[in-house]
């Protein structure tokens, strides 16, 4: 296929960021998506001592670094968050909402959600509760919506569900000007609970009770056993090889989504190697 991919590299923190710099400068065509502040975990730290060459610098001024290397070689991020992920053999088809992406090979470099799952989210999974607003909004035409929001994606998200949704209730999980439109009411709370019975009905919260159809939690990352079905995990992390090989042909991960201890160089590093490895594995593909 014409538009294929070489490379597709889930995440634009410092392992996705390092697996791009590598494939690019080995003339790969690549697409990395991820998020316009790279990282939300790079905005958040206030000091960094420990990323060899940076004694001292904040994670915002980091960003701005790893900004200006993709900047000079001219990698661009997609702004798109992958919903799923399908190994079809020979290449993978990467879906965002009804888009679909095809690329030869992978890199996942989707990090670690630190916050734990609401109790009765998973049971609710499918019924009611959701990880794509935009995708499974026409089913809650009209109806009372819910969207948990971990980061300004959830704002956008939030935004188009409001054009389909009766109501729209909107709790932030942080702390930021948030740009939503004015019928959306937000809801500064603790979410603790998804109650139901076949389907959800209410969400509990520290302070009260919101009767709802449906409840979407939008984090930076969903699961990569949700996000790629049929790829091993163990211990809650993608398993690898010493070349960052997951059990998938052609799917290499790497960063905080493989494993501790979450840093930025050892994610750097092992972006690297994973962007070596898809490089090599697409070469191989080519002379077959
Ligand atoms: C407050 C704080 C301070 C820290 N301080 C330090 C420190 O001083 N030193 C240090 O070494 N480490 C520090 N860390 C840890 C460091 O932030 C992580 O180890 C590092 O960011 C991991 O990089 P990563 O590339 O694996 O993942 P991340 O940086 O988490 O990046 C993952 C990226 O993937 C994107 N993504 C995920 N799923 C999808 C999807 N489905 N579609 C599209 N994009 C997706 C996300 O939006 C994000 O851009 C700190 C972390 C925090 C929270």
Do not use: W
Request: overall charge negative; hydrophobic content about 40%; proline content about 3%.
């Amino acid at each position: 296929m014409e538009d294929r991919f070489d490379i597709a590299i889930i995440g634009s923190g410092p392992a996705g960021l390092s697996a791009a710099i590598n494939a690019k400068i080995r003339n790969k065509k690549i697409i990395v998506f991820g998020s316009r502040d790279l990282s939300n975990k790079l905005l958040k730290a206030p000091k960094i001592n420990n990323y060899l060459g940076f004694y001292d610098i904040s994670g915002v001024e980091l960003k701005e670094k790893f900004k200006q290397h993709i900047d000079h070689l001219g990698i661009e991020i997609t702004y798109e968050r992958i919903n799923n992920v399908y190994a079809m053999g020979d290449y993978f088809a990467l879906m965002v909402n009804d888009k679909m992406y095809e690329a030869t090979a992978l890199v996942l470099a989707t990090g670690m959600e630190s916050s734990k799952l609401l109790k009765g989210e998973e049971e609710f999974l499918g019924k009611g509760v959701g990880y794509c607003a935009t995708c499974d909004a026409p089913l809650y035409k009209g109806k009372v919506v819910t969207i948990i929001g971990y980061n300004r994606e959830a704002e956008e998200e939030a935004n188009y569900v409001n054009e389909l949704a009766g109501k729209l209730y909107y709790i932030p999980m942080y702390r930021k000007d948030m740009k939503l439109d004015q019928n959306i009411e937000i809801v500064n709370d603790i979410p603790v609970e998804v109650v139901g019975e076949d389907h959800v009905q209410s969400l509990k919260t520290k302070k009260g009770e919101l009767t709802t159809d449906a409840i979407f939690v939008l984090k930076d990352s969903i699961s990569p056993a949700q996000l790629v079905p049929g790829l091993a995990i163990e211990n809650e992390h993608i398993k690898v090889d010493r070349n960052m090989s997951t059990n998938l042909k052609g799917c290499f991960a790497a960063g905080d989504c493989v494993g501790r201890p979450y840093q930025y160089i050892k994610a750097a590093g092992e972006g690297l190697i994973a962007g070596q490895s898809a490089v090599a594995y697409v070469d191989s593909q080519k002379n077959k």
